[in-house]
């Protein structure tokens, strides 16, 4: 069925590619047309609200639209004739600057008779075979016989064309570009019109089963759509003006064309502004007799592009179109082989538009998925898939960007905890050998060495991340989140009790899983100024609980992500109890999804001080526990010290 199910969308995706492509005559019309509505839909929106009829908004908007494209159009047209007429006189510069380049070429000899043997190789293959030959035959026959005819010229005239054939040879070309763009015309206004009910439609299609939720989510799409199209337009129509009067300062011929290509090829994303500098840099090189144009050119560019790329676009609409760079380049190619030019200028807008339908309607979030900017797997899953690998390192990386706007143990709790989980869930239904586990351990051990020069507390907030993996998991943690400026303790002013190496003893509960997250225990209560001691779960058994080191040991906190064992947290419990049955004994139970009454339940069960459903609740719980003490033992020197002055 597998099988079946991938031969059917390979066929269908086959049947979808073909239909675009031999369709391309309708299909391009309605993709612009489609972008085209997305641009004009806030300006009829805008004159709705001054109660302007819709009917009315939409024809008077398209209209003005039109007018101005119509406009740009003959502006180009009649740059490019003038340019067309200019350009022989640019040829002697053009020569002139060669020749300099030749003259200041060392090897100049060389190159030149490489140059000539090639013309006269050039002449030699270029002889007509036939009179070669027949001039050899004629001289050899007959030696004295006078030189071959010269051939008379035959001109063949067509006769004049009547005014019929005058007039259908200056309209034919014009016939294909009028019936585009009156389709566009057509499709822009009976989409601005029936906007809704096209919505509703759409809504149908996508499943009506939650319907609130769906048309919500559509209206927004269709809005952040618009808007951002809408503000491309206006930032590259501004680019396009910039580029056009600083050529004209310069003076580059034709700087109008050359600044309405630089708007257009824009929105093809990376290489566009590069395409649209070609263009007049080739012209300053013909126009301009030394190279100062040519340069002041260059510049424009390299101080025009990188500005409006990254100074003005993120404050206007945000640091990306929603689409990953890979995703960018792979539309630029599909959509440019299918539609050819047009398809390079229309990939972007028509991957965003995908991008956000994947987003919102359920059936299409493979596109998501396969094109969006936001990262596949999720914090935790990409947390435990790093430790799968082996590769803490990376994990550290990603981890210290999360670091610029959060605390440690709010990493800890929703990224890596919840990590682990998922490989206890691995790891009950027998899909993680002894191996793995032990892997996955020793990952977490090297990733927690990475990160223990951090401090646990939230961060002063200068520059806020840029990768996309680390805002996703920003995101999940709000900025007061419970246990985010959990106090530091001093040492010193620790009780006697709890000044030894390692007051806190970290012990996992049943597997190496729990020994990771002991791991990431213990290294947030040393930060907090309680130093941690980690062992694993072999040392609660019966024969070695007793064999413990628990010198200077004031707190247990026994792990577990395994919801299965009350048993074992029960006897676990009782073995540490005979072991230090002056210490407290916290009851660290960080399954998923697990409510506080049961958690509640398994302390009262296990005869347990306290339980924590999390990394910062226990070290609140360990903290507080080292500060009760704190604060008893100052009621006692203020007793004292009372009874001494009486």
Not at 152 to 158: G, K, S, Y
Not at 273 to 279: D, K, V, Y
Not at 305 to 332: F, K, Q, R
Request: proline residues 5%.
């Amino acid at each position: 069925m597998a099988l079946l199910s991938a031969m059917a969308t390979a066929i269908l995706a086959f049947i979808i590619i073909t239909t675009l492509y031999f369709g391309r005559e309708i299909f391009v019309p309605i993709a612009l047309a489609i972008l085209l509505s997305f641009v004009l839909a806030p300006l009829v929106g805008i004159l709705q609200r001054i109660r302007v009829p819709r009917g009315l908004a939409v024809v008077s908007v398209v209209i003005i639209a039109f007018a101005l494209i119509f406009a740009l159009g003959s502006l180009l047209a009649t740059q490019l004739t003038q340019l067309a007429g200019d350009l022989p006189r640019y040829q002697s510069t053009i020569s002139e600057k060669i020749q300099s380049f030749r003259e200041t070429t060392a090897g100049r000899g060389t190159l030149e008779r490489a140059s000539g043997m090639l013309k006269d190789l050039s002449k030699e293959l270029d002889k007509p075979k036939d009179a070669a030959s027949s001039l050899g035959q004629g001289s050899i026959l007959s030696p004295k016989t006078s030189a071959p005819l010269t051939p008379v010229p035959v001109e063949v005239r067509q006769p004049d064309p009547g005014a019929l054939e005058s007039l259908r040879s200056l309209i034919s070309p014009l016939l294909h570009p009028l019936a585009t763009t009156g389709i566009i015309i057509i499709f822009v206004i009976f989409i601005l019109l029936q906007r809704e009910d096209l919505r509703n439609r759409l809504i149908r299609l996508a499943g009506s089963h939650d319907l609130q939720r769906t048309t919500a989510a559509l209206d927004d799409a269709a809005g952040r759509l618009s808007r951002l199209f809408l503000i491309q337009l206006v930032v590259n129509g501004a680019f396009g003006v910039v580029i056009g009067v600083g050529l004209s300062l310069i003076g580059i011929p034709s700087a109008v064309l050359w600044g309405i290509l630089a708007a257009v090829l824009r929105f093809v994303p990376y290489i566009g502004a590069f395409i649209a500098a070609a263009f007049p840099l080739a012209l300053a090189v013909a126009v301009d007799p030394g190279w100062s144009m040519l340069l002041w050119t260059l510049g424009l560019f390299l101080f025009v592009e990188p500005v409006v790329g990254h100074v003005i676009e993120p404050m206007v609409y945000g640091h990306s179109t929603g689409l990953s760079p890979v995703a960018v380049v792979a539309s630029a190619t599909f959509w440019t082989a299918l539609w050819g030019p047009i398809g390079l200028v229309l990939a972007t807008p028509l991957t965003v538009c995908l991008v956000v339908l994947g987003r919102h309607v359920e059936r299409l979030e493979f596109l998501d998925v396969m094109f969006g900017d936001r990262p596949a797997l999720s914090p935790p899953e990409i947390f435990y898939q790093r430790m799968l690998a082996g590769d803490p390192t990376e994990a550290s990386e990603k981890a210290e960007e999360f670091l610029k706007e959060r605390s440690l143990s709010s990493y800890y709790d929703e990224v890596a905890l919840k990590g682990l989980q998922l490989a206890q869930v691995d790891a009950e239904r027998g899909a993680l050998s002894i191996e793995r586990l032990s892997k996955i351990r020793d990952a977490v051990g090297e990733f927690a060495s990475n990160l223990s020069e951090h401090e646990d507390r939230p961060p002063v907030k200068r520059n806020a991340t840029t990768d996309a993996e680390a805002s996703s998991a920003v995101e999940s943690v709000s900025e007061d989140a419970a246990y985010e400026n959990l106090p530091v303790l001093n040492k010193d002013e620790l009780p006697l009790e709890w000044q030894g190496e390692h007051p806190v003893l970290c012990m996992a509960g049943r597997g190496l899983i729990d020994e990771a997250a002991a791991i990431m225990l213990g290294q947030l209560s040393t930060e907090h100024g309680l130093s941690a001691r980690v062992e694993g779960a072999e040392a609660l058994s019966t024969t070695n609980v007793f064999r413990l080191d628990t010198t200077g040991v004031a707190l247990v906190c026994l792990v577990y992500l395994d919801a299965s064992g009350p048993a074992h947290m029960r006897y676990s419990v009782r073995r540490l109890r005979r072991k230090l049955p002056k210490a407290t004994i916290i009851l660290g139970c960080w399954m998923k999804d697990i409510d506080p009454a049961a958690l509640e339940q398994m302390r009262d069960a296990a005869k347990a001080d306290l339980v924590a459903a999390s990394l910062g609740e226990a070290v609140k719980f360990c903290i507080e526990a080292a500060g009760m003490e704190i604060h008893h033992r100052k009621i006692r020197n203020d007793e004292l010290a009372a009874t001494t002055a009486g």
